[in-house]
C-alpha cells in the first residue's frame, strides 16, 4: 500500500529505532532525562530561542501556547483555514476560553491589511464592550493550503505590525522545517518573527513522537506549569527524544526529495484528463486536487484507489496526498498510473451505475469494483 494520506504515515527507520534503542533517559517531568535535554537545547538553538519544552504531539503545544499567551475572552487572530481553527477539536476555546478572529486568505498566508481588517472587527464597538485582541497565530508551512510557505519578508512585515498593535505572535511550525528547506532561509530567521513556535518530528522528519515549543524563558517556565496541569508532562521521555535528534541529524536536508516528489506528482496528475490540480508547483509536500469535474464523488474515488494499493486523503472538498520519507519516486509513479486508472475506469462505471438507476454510493462503489 502507497500510503500518501500524511507525511505522518513515516514509520521509523531501522537506524532511528536503534538510536531509540541506545537513549539515555531521565525523568522528563523533573528536567532530569538527558536526552530530552539535550534534544531541547538543540531545538532552542536552532529556533534562536531562549528555552524550549518537549511535548508529545504539536496539538498540544498549539493548546498551551495560547493558553499561555491569553486570558480567557481574549481574541486569537489566525488564518481562517488553519490547523488550529479547523482541526483541534476547538481546544483554544477548552484550554484558554479564548474568542478564534478568522482570517481569511488564498493560500494561508495573508498580509497587514487583513491584520488590520481583522483588529478592526475585534475592536468594532467601544473598549467598554469590545473582547481584547492578544495574538496573533501563523502557520508555516499552511497544511489546507497545501503546504504554502510564508517568504520571511512577508511574515517579518506581519509579525512586526502585530506586535506594534500590542498582540503577540505564535508560529505553529509543524512543518517549519519543509519551509526551511525550500526557501533556503534559517529556521532562526523565521522563528525570530514570532514569540513562540514549536516544530513537530512526526510529520516529514519521520519521528513516531514528538513536538518542541520554544520562546522566551518566562515563556516556557509558564508553559511548562500548563503542560503539567493538561497531563503533558512525561517521564522516561528520551526514548522518544532520541527519535527526534535522529531526525534532526538525518531527515532535514533530505526534505527537499519530498517537495521534489510533491511537484513531480502534481505535474502528473495535472495530465490526467478531469484531474484538476490546485497547485501544479507546490510550494512544499502537499499536493491538492480534485475529480469533481467528471461527476466523480471523491469518497468513492478514494476508495477505489485504495482497493488499487493507493491510499490518499480527503480534506474538505479536496483530495490530498503528501510526499515523505516512506514514498519513492516509483511509488509516485504507481500512484499516478492508478489515479489514471481509476479516474478513466469510475469514469465509465459511473455512466453505466447510471443507466441502471443506482443512485446509492455504496452500490455505485460495489458496482463498480465487482463490473472491473
Ligand atoms: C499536524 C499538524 C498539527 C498537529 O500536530 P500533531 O503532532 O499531529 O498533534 C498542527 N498544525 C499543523 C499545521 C499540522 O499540520
Known amino acids: 500500500m502507497i500510503l500518501l494520506t500524511s507525511d505522518t504515515e513515516t514509520k521509523p527507520t531501522q537506524a532511528m529505532r536503534q538510536a531509540i534503542a541506545n537513549a539515555e533517559v531521565g525523568d522528563e517531568q523533573k528536567g532530569e532525562d538527558p536526552t530530552v535535554n539535550k534534544l531541547l537545547e538543540r531545538v532552542a538553538d536552532l529556533l534562536g530561542?531562549?528555552?524550549?519544552?518537549?511535548?508529545?504531539?504539536?496539538?498540544?503545544?498549539?493548546?498551551?501556547?495560547?493558553?499561555?499567551?491569553?486570558?480567557?475572552?481574549?481574541?486569537?487572530?489566525?488564518?481562517?483555514?488553519?490547523?488550529?481553527?479547523?482541526?483541534?477539536?476547538?481546544?483554544?476555546?477548552?484550554?484558554s476560553g479564548v474568542l478564534m478572529e478568522p482570517i481569511a486568505s488564498e493560500r494561508g498566508i495573508f498580509t497587514i491589511d487583513a491584520v488590520e481588517q481583522a483588529l478592526g472587527r475585534v475592536t468594532t464597538a467601544p473598549y467598554l464592550y469590545s473582547a481584547i485582541p492578544r495574538l496573533l497565530c501563523v502557520e508555516q508551512s499552511h497544511n489546507f493550503a497545501g503546504g504554502s510557505v510564508w517568504q520571511l519578508p512577508e511574515l517579518r512585515e506581519v509579525c512586526d505590525f502585530s506586535r506594534q498593535k500590542g498582540l503577540a505572535t505564535h508560529m505553529d511550525g509543524a512543518r517549519l522545517l519543509n519551509a526551511v528547506v525550500a526557501t533556503q532561509t534559517t529556521a532562526k530567521d523565521f522563528a525570530n518573527c514570532v514569540d513562540s513556535v514549536w516544530i513537530d518530528f512526526t510529520k516529514g522528519l519521520g519521528a513516531p513522537m514528538g513536538a518542541v515549543l520554544a520562546g522566551t524563558r518566562e515563556f516556557i517556565s509558564e508553559a511548562r506549569r500548563y503542560k503539567?496541569?493538561?497531563?503533558?508532562?512525561?517521564?522516561?521521555?528520551?526514548?522518544?527524544?532520541?527519535?527526534?535528534?535522529?531526525?534532526?541529524?538525518?531527515?532535514?536536508?533530505?526534505?527537499?526529495?519530498?517537495?521534489?516528489?510533491?511537484?513531480?506528482?502534481?505535474?502528473?496528475?495535472?495530465?490526467?484528463?478531469?484531474?484538476?490540480?490546485?497547485?501544479?508547483?507546490?510550494?512544499?509536500?502537499?499536493?491538492?486536487?480534485?475529480?469533481?469535474k467528471l461527476g466523480l464523488n471523491k469518497g468513492m474515488f478514494l476508495t477505489l484507489l485504495q482497493e488499487h494499493g493507493v491510499k490518499m486523503g480527503a480534506v474538505g472538498q479536496s483530495i490530498r496526498a503528501v510526499t515523505h520519507l516512506d514514498v519513492s519516486r516509483s511509488d509516485i509513479d504507481f500512484a499516478v498510473d492508478t489515479v489514471a486508472k481509476v479516474t478513466k475506469f469510475l469514469g465509465s462505471a459511473v455512466i453505466k451505475a447510471e443507466r441502471q438507476d443506482i443512485y446509492k454510493l455504496e452500490n455505485v462503489v460495489n458496482f463498480a469494483i465487482s463490473s472491473r
Do not use: W
Open 228 to 292: 503539567h496541569m493538561f497531563g503533558g508532562a512525561m517521564r522516561q521521555a528520551g526514548i522518544v527524544a532520541a527519535g527526534c535528534l535522529y531526525a534532526l541529524d538525518h531527515h532535514v536536508e533530505r526534505l527537499q526529495e519530498d517537495h521534489d516528489s510533491a511537484s513531480y506528482l502534481a505535474r502528473r496528475l495535472s495530465e490526467i484528463e478531469g484531474v484538476t490540480v490546485r497547485d501544479t508547483k507546490p510550494d512544499t509536500n502537499i499536493v491538492f486536487f480534485d475529480v469533481s
Open 49 to 95: 530561542k531562549e528555552a524550549a519544552l518537549f511535548f508529545a504531539c504539536g496539538t498540544i503545544c498549539n493548546f498551551v501556547s495560547i493558553k499561555t499567551h491569553t486570558r480567557p475572552a481574549d481574541v486569537v487572530l489566525a488564518e481562517h483555514m488553519s490547523h488550529i481553527i479547523r482541526a483541534e477539536c476547538g481546544g483554544a476555546a477548552l484550554s
